[in-house]
């Protein structure tokens, strides 16, 4: 089975959120960086809810998460994984995130991209006395609406009081 690799996190030392997703897909590790699947929602909900323009370079997707204080990346440093369904996660090595932590003090809550990143996230880092959310995946096998997504991400994002910890 294959070995994945995460990207390096994308972050500023004054970061104020953590997104973690579980994994590269197969189309992100081939175009370069995060979410790149056409049909996942993550860069259009980013977009509408902070209200700018949805990036299409990676350039503009740094820029998006840099410029709002958002630090992005993975529960997994390296899985065992065919294809991209995250429900295929085997032999996981996870990043670093409490070193990641301590880079960007500011993080008051770290958002957990679907059910999976959410899962190895608990199981790795249940310990951390840090706001953990469980959000609905952005990715297009989850079939949830993308209003109710959008919404959901928009609590969490914004800090609304629907924005419950998880853990």
Same mark, same amino acid.
């Not at 992005?72 to 085997?90: F, N, Q, T, Y």
């Not at 959310?133 to 959008?150: D, F, G, H, M, N």
């Given at each position: 089975?294959?070995?994945?690799?995460?990207?390096?996190?994308?972050?500023?030392?004054?970061?104020?959120?953590?997104?973690?997703?579980?994994?590269?897909?197969?189309?992100?590790?081939? $175009?370069?960086?995060?979410?790149? *699947?056409?049909?996942?929602?993550?860069?259009?909900?980013?977009?509408?809810?902070?209200?700018?323009?949805?990036?299409?370079?990676?350039?503009? $997707?740094?820029?998006?998460?840099?410029? *709002?204080?958002?630090?992005?990346?993975?529960?997994?440093?390296?899985?065992?994984?065919?294809?991209?369904?995250?429900?295929?996660?085997?032999?996981?090595?996870?990043?670093?995130?409490?070193?990641?932590?301590?880079?960007?003090?500011?993080?008051?809550?770290?958002?957990?991209?679907?059910?999976?990143?959410?899962?190895?996230?608990?199981?790795?880092?249940?310990?951390?006395?840090?706001?953990?959310?469980?959000?609905?995946?952005?990715?297009?096998?989850?079939?949830?609406?993308?209003?109710?997504?959008?919404?959901?991400?928009?609590?969490?994002?914004?800090?609304?009081?629907?924005? $419950?910890?998880?853990?």
């Amino acid at each position: 089975m294959e070995r994945v690799f995460s990207y390096e996190a994308v972050y500023r030392a004054d970061a104020r959120l953590l997104i973690l997703g579980t994994a590269p897909s197969v189309q992100s590790l081939q $175009k370069g960086f995060y979410y790149a *699947h056409p049909q996942n929602a993550f860069w259009k909900i980013l977009a509408d809810v902070l209200g700018c323009e949805r990036p299409t370079e990676i350039a503009q $997707k740094k820029a998006l998460l840099i410029g *709002h204080r958002i630090a992005l990346w993975d529960v997994a440093h390296s899985c065992a994984r065919p294809g991209s369904m995250d429900a295929d996660i085997r032999d996981v090595t996870p990043n670093d995130i409490p070193a990641l932590l301590a880079r960007c003090p500011g993080i008051s809550r770290v958002l957990l991209n679907g059910g999976t990143a959410f899962a190895l996230y608990r199981r790795h880092f249940g310990a951390l006395p840090i706001e953990a959310v469980r959000l609905p995946s952005t990715s297009p096998a989850y079939t949830l609406p993308y209003a109710q997504k959008r919404e959901r991400w928009a609590q969490a994002l914004l800090g609304g009081s629907d924005a $419950k910890p998880q853990l």
